[in-house]
Structures are given as C-alpha cells and as structure tokens.
C-alpha cells in the first residue's frame, strides 16, 4: 500500500511539472518561440518543436492521469526527461555557442546547473516510480499465484 501512495505522489508531480511547463509555453508562446528559434536547431525543426514540445508534455500527463496508461505515461515522461538532461548536459560541456532557456515560468530562471540538477531528480523519482509499479505488479502476480 505505501508502494502504491509513493507512485501517486510521484505521478502527481511529474503531472504538475509538465501541465506548468506546457502551459506555460502555450500561454506566453511568443516567449517560447523567440527562445526557440536561438536554439542550435535548424528552423524546420524548430517550427516542429514550437507545437511538439508543448503538445507532447500535455499528452503524457494525460496518460499519466489514468492508471490504465499510467505505465506508459511514467516510461515515456522518463524518455523525455532524459532528452531534456542530455540537451541540459550537452550545453553545459559547451556544445553549443549561447543557448537560451526554452523553458516556460519560474523553470526558466534556472541556472543550467540548477536545470541539470532539477532534471536529474525528476529522471530519479520517474525511474524510482517505474521501479516501483513493476514491483508492485509483480508483487500482485505473486499472491494471485498463491
């Protein structure tokens, strides 16, 4: 039961960061824009990303929400947290001339040590949900066994 309160708090706040973080796009999407398109990307892809980001945060919060997809929900929500951390990391080794924060509302004040950090621990807690809910599942394979 403690196992199961761990992951909804878990899907909860990984549902809060990326509702805040899209909608935060969405609503100031000049803002995000602008920050885009001085991102090391070509601007085809940019023009892409302007919608997909956004878009995409709102879907796996959406599969989140339901326990049915919640497992898919977590695995993708990891997926793009680990794009973000790579990207994060990647500046900070100085791939990239000048990169701005893309980000939306207060996440956008981070330092992007302070980005690596607050990625990390969301990639932590997301796995550490994962890790969870397969146990649990099996932990339910194995009493219906007995």
């Known amino acids: ?36 398109a001085k991102q090391p990307f070509p601007k085809w892809l940019q023009n892409i990303l302007i919608w997909v980001i956004p878009l995409s945060e709102i879907f796996i919060a959406g599969l989140l929400m339901v326990k049915r997809t919640r497992g898919l929900g977590l695995y993708l929500a990891l997926f793009l947290m680990l794009l973000f951390t790579g990207y994060t990391a990647a500046i900070l080794l100085h791939f990239f001339a000048f ?48």
């Open 1 to 36: 039961m403690k196992k199961l309160v761990i992951i909804d708090i878990i899907t909860a706040l990984v549902i809060l960061l990326f509702l805040y973080a899209s909608f935060s796009k969405i609503f100031d999407l000049w803002y995000f824009k602008y920050d885009l």
């Open 99 to 146: 990169v701005p924060c893309g980000c939306g509302g207060v996440i956008r004040m981070l330092s992007w040590p302070q980005h690596l950090v607050f990625n990390l621990f969301f990639v932590v807690i997301i796995a550490t949900g994962i890790w969870l809910r397969h146990k649990t599942l099996k932990d339910k394979q194995l009493q219906m066994q007995v």
